[in-house]
């Protein structure tokens, strides 16, 4: 991790990147599971160990962060939101 930058809070990621993506809400741990492109079967659950504290945030996943932050969007943008939500079912 860069020593000059803050560490990233993964559930402020989560709020900002809702609000940048036009989501008006905040993404869902199954979301940005997505836009990173981690396991279907276990994204999430690394993204709620992250967000807790209980895992460290590798490299990569901290490069492709910040890159959303700053305006990138992910390749997978076309099918990273959750159907039917906010009025589906939507596993955190």
Known sequence: ?????PPLSIS???RELGLLWGLDRTLTKVELARALSLSPDHGAD???RL??????MSGPIEVALRMMLSGAKPHT???LITPGYPRGFVVE
């Open 77 to 79: 943008m076309n099918n």
């Open 12 to 14: 402020e990621v989560r």
């Open 51 to 56: 967000e807790k504290g209980k895992t460290t």
């Open 1 to 5: 991790m860069d020593e000059d930058r």
């Open 46 to 48: 690394h993204i709620a």
